[in-house]
């Protein structure tokens, strides 16, 4: 038997993962992962499997990408708070942050390949803007497990990986993030070609979760305040599970982080809805005039236009539970606020967690965090400068490439091919 078994939120049904990734009887709810260890022992590993017990995985993989949580010293003076922490999921091997693709990405790819190799069968679909590309062709390069991933065609030279590798499909797709969405689901329609599930797959957000417990288990407690960027907001869902799982435990406390999610605006569809107290996204008033939107912000790897929002156990319930707040950020807050945080803690910041920044930045501002608070400032990605220094990005190139309007039908035999010959 496996060391935990999925529940649905909704029903309460309790089941055997199979790679399950929804309610069998239907209901519209993220199922979670419910851990027979209540207690959280840390394992003798070297990244995010030190925390396996509360991963849905029995096996390990030995990478020493994890999370890492420190005490900041710079932006905390910056801002005049007093229990800054910052989660730095990157690279910045000084402060034993080993994440070589540069983002929190990693810590949901690496659980995701190893529960898929133990409870599911098929070769993982993966799509994605960049970064969760990137993160999984490295885990593939790892591993030597073999994965397909589909971008839009610009975001195929963010695609590398720290040694070469055989074992990556890319299909490249004329279009935004949802075009290459809807090619990976044409592709999934396949036998043998599976999808990984993003916000539904337990995998992706108990490894994101690692974040709130490497906090936890670092600072002692539970935070009073988590800040992150969000694009789906499944970081944000996994944080609260963490941290419910943790008041579990018994010894970080029993009070869950008010969560401050921010989006890039002016692409901020979750943030409308949730000030409208709404729990649908209206497309009409949240997100009108999306393409132009999308191209115009500074961190396009926030710009879902499906977030798992109004789903049972998604954003909306974790904000309500948390008692949480959204943030819209406009781009040149952003950009002074990455500037502000690297002259403060010297390392650079992926797009995306400058956006956090920014937030954490109007929060105190606006009184919403108390500077005497206890926050966990979670910077997503970042690094990337000192991971050029040390190792070798190597593009991963196209194998295949999905034309504007003509659907990855045509593709699919020569992918299936692939998959038969590399598995
Ligand atoms: C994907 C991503 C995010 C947003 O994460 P979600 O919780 O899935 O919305 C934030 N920052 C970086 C660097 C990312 O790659
Ligand atoms: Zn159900």
Redesign the pocket.
């Known amino acids: 038997m496996r060391p935990y078994t999925l529940l649905c939120p909704d029903c309460g049904q309790r089941m055997e993962d199979h790679y399950t990734l929804s309610c069998p009887a239907g209901c519209n709810a993220l199922i979670r992962t419910v851990y027979l260890k209540r207690t959280l022992d840390l394992r003798n590993e070297p990244g995010i499997f030190r925390f396996a017990d509360w991963l849905p995985v029995e096996g390990t993989i030995p990478s020493p990408a994890g999370p890492v949580t420190y005490r900041s010293e710079g932006l905390a003076r910056d801002l005049g708070m007093k229990n800054l922490w910052i989660g730095f ?2 690279y910045w091997p000084e402060r034993n942050a080993e994440i070589a693709t ?4 990693e810590l ?1 790819a690496l659980p995701t390949v190893v529960r898929m190799k133990e409870t599911g069968r098929g070769t993982l679909v993966i799509a994605s ?4 590309g990137r ?1 999984f062709c490295q885990t593939a390069a790892v591993t030597g497990i073999p994965v397909v991933v589909v971008v839009p065609s610009a975001a195929a030279e963010r695609l590398w990986t720290t040694r070469e590798t055989e074992k990556v499909c890319l299909v490249t797709v004329d279009g935004d993030y949802s075009d290459a969405i809807a090619a990976a689901n044409d592709l999934c329609t396949h036998a043998g070609l599976v999808p990984e599930g993003g ?1 539904k797959n337990v995998a ?1 957000r108990d490894g ?1 979760g690692t974040v709130m417990l490497d906090a936890a288990v670092t600072i002692g407690r539970i935070p009073d305040h988590y800040v ?11 944080a609260w599970e963490a941290a419910m799982r943790l008041i579990g435990d018994g010894r970080f406390g029993g009070a869950l982080p008010r969560l401050h ?1 921010a989006q890039n605006a002016p692409f901020v569809p979750m943030v409308r809805a949730w000030r409208a107290g709404r729990r649908e996204i209206l497309p009409e008033t949240d997100m009108r005039d999306a393409r132009s939107a999308i191209a115009t912000v500074y ?1 396009d ?2 710009t ?1 236009r499906n ?1 798992p929002y109004g789903v049972g156990g998604g954003v909306f319930d974790a904000l309500t539970a948390t008692d949480g707040a959204m943030y819209a950020v406009e781009n040149r807050d952003a950009r002074d606020a990455e500037k502000r945080f690297v002259e403060a803690e010297a390392i650079d910041l ?4 400058a ?2 920044v920014a937030a954490l930045i109007q929060a105190v501002e606006t009184g919403a965090i108390d500077p005497h608070a206890t926050v966990l400032l ?1 910077i ?3 690094g990337y400068e000192r991971a050029a220094e040390d190792h070798d990005q190597i593009v991963v190139r196209p194998a295949f490439h999905v034309a504007a309007g003509t659907g990855a039908g045509e593709i699919a035999a020569d992918v299936l091919s692939w998959v038969k010959r590399h598995a």
């Open positions: 999921s990157g540069c983002s929190f990405k949901e803007a960049g970064n969760t993160a916000a992706r994101m992150q960027a969000v694009g789906s907001g499944t970081g944000g869902i996994a999610l961190a790897v926030l879902n977030p992926d797009p995306a967690a956006v956090a979670n997503t990605g970042g």
